[in-house]
Nanobody
Framework: QVQLVESGGGLVQAGGSLRLSCAAS????????MGWLRQTPGKEREFVAA???????TYADSVKGRFTISRDNAKNTVYLQMNSLKPEDTAVYTC????????????????WGQGTQVTVSS
């Protein structure tokens, strides 16, 4: 069974940076597309970023140029570097894995972490 555990969330001022980490366990991690999604109370979950095994990525327009997703397959870990944070980035950020190698902004994933809170103050 795949397990995903996020860390690195917290409170930061607008313009600051945070790095989220997602530690994965279970079979065939390197074959999964890994993604970050986020959700604010009262709003639907939205796609943030995704990365393939080889390192190719895709981003939501709202975070493009500010966020960077990366992965270390040897460590079974995926990261989300968030720079130039804005108050509208405040959300619970969730790591997810999908059992394929197709990049998209889909919200469909096979495995989900518990999420980590990111709060950006103005």
């Amino acid at each position: 069974q795949v397990q995903l555990v996020e860390s690195g969330g917290g409170l930061v001022q607008a313009g600051g940076s945070l790095r989220l980490s997602c530690a994965a366990s279970g079979p065939t991690f390197s074959n999964y597309v890994m993604g970050w999604l986020r959700q604010t109370p009262g709003k639907e979950r939205e796609f943030v970023a995704a990365i393939r095994r080889g390192g190719s990525t895709t981003y939501a327009d709202s975070v493009k140029g500010r966020f960077t997703i990366s992965r270390d397959n040897a460590k079974n870990t995926v990261y989300l570097q968030m720079n130039s944070l804005k108050p509208e980035d405040t959300a619970v950020y969730t790591c997810a894995a999908r059992r394929d190698q197709y990049l998209s902004d889909s919200l469909r994933y096979d495995y989900w972490g518990q999420g980590t809170q990111v709060t950006v103050s103005s």
